[in-house]
C-alpha cells in the first residue's frame, strides 16, 4: 500500500527559483493537506483542499500556491523561494466529512532548503 | 480559534520504565478529536493513539495509553515499558469534529522530544 506519496525528498533551491512538490494519495480520501514543519514550531498548515475541486488557506500561506489537480493529487509550488521557506513539508489526507473518526495520513516529508 | 500546547520540549525516560507526556489544549467546541502522532528520525508521522471527545473511556494502544481530562482540557499520553524505539518527537494534535469550513483540518503542538536511556 502506498498511502501518501510525496516527490521530491529533498531539494536545494536558490533565492527567487520555482518549484512543485508533489503529492499524491491512493486511499481515495476526499481531503487533502500540505503542512510545513519548523524546529520548535510543531507542524503549521499551509494550505488544504476539502474536497476535489476546491483549496484554502491555512495558517501560513504567504508565499504559496496549490493545485487540487483531480481527487488523487494534491500539489505545492513556491513561485520564487525564499530562505524562510526552508522547511520540511508534509502533505496528509484524510476522509474529510464523509466520515467521523478519521485521523490523517502523512507522507514522507520534503526537505527543502532555500540559499 | 483552538490552540495546542506541549510544554515540555524533551523529556527522557530509563528503558523498561514509564513516561507521560503532557498536552494542554483549548477549544469551545464540545466534539473533537485527539491524537498523540510519533516521528522517529525518519521523519514519518505515525499514528500512535486517538481518542473521541464524546468517549470518556480513555483510549489504550498496547503500551500507549491517555489520560483524557475534558474539562480540565488535558490529553497526556503515557508509553508503558519504555523501548528504544520509542525515542522520537511525539507531537499532540486537535481535530474539529465541525464539518464545516476547516474540516479535518489537524491543530499541531509544538512537540516533545523523546530520549530512551539503555
Known amino acids: 500500500n502506498a498511502g501518501v506519496t510525496q516527490t521530491p525528498k529533498f531539494q536545494v533551491l536558490k533565492t527567487g527559483q520555482s518549484m512543485t512538490l508533489q503529492c499524491a494519495q491512493d486511499m481515495n480520501h476526499n481531503s487533502m493537506y500540505w503542512y510545513r514543519q519548523d524546529p520548535g514550531m510543531g507542524l503549521r498548515l499551509i494550505y488544504y483542499?476539502?474536497?476535489?475541486?476546491?483549496?484554502d488557506k491555512g495558517e501560513v500561506p504567504n508565499g504559496y500556491n496549490v493545485s487540487r489537480l483531480n481527487k488523487r493529487e494534491f500539489s505545492l509550488r513556491l513561485e520564487s523561494a525564499a530562505p524562510s521557506q526552508t522547511s520540511v513539508y508534509f502533505c496528509?489526507?484524510?476522509?474529510?466529512?464523509?466520515?467521523?473518526?478519521?485521523?490523517?495520513?502523512f507522507g514522507q516529508g520534503t526537505r527543502l532548503t532555500v540559499v | 480559534a483552538q490552540t495546542v500546547t506541549q510544554s515540555q520540549p524533551e523529556m527522557s525516560v530509563q528503558e523498561a520504565e514509564t513516561v507521560t507526556l503532557s498536552c494542554t489544549y483549548d477549544t469551545s467546541e464540545s466534539d473533537y478529536y485527539l491524537f498523540w502522532y510519533k516521528q522517529p528520525p525518519s521523519r514519518q508521522m505515525i499514528l500512535v493513539i486517538r481518542q473521541e471527545a464524546y468517549k470518556q473511556q480513555n483510549a489504550t494502544e498496547n503500551r500507549f495509553s491517555v489520560n483524557f481530562q475534558k474539562a480540565a482540557k488535558s490529553f497526556s499520553l503515557k508509553i508503558s515499558d519504555s523501548q528504544l524505539g520509542d525515542a522520537a518527537m511525539y507531537f499532540c494534535?486537535?481535530?474539529?469534529?465541525?464539518?464545516?469550513?476547516?474540516?479535518?483540518?489537524?491543530?499541531f503542538g509544538k512537540g516533545t522530544k523523546l530520549s530512551v536511556k539503555p
Open positions: 483542499s476539502a474536497s476535489e475541486g476546491t483549496t
Open positions: 496528509a489526507s484524510s476522509m474529510g466529512r464523509a466520515k467521523r473518526n478519521t485521523e490523517a495520513f
Open positions: 494534535a486537535y481535530r474539529s469534529a465541525n464539518y464545516g469550513g476547516s474540516q479535518g483540518n489537524l491543530i
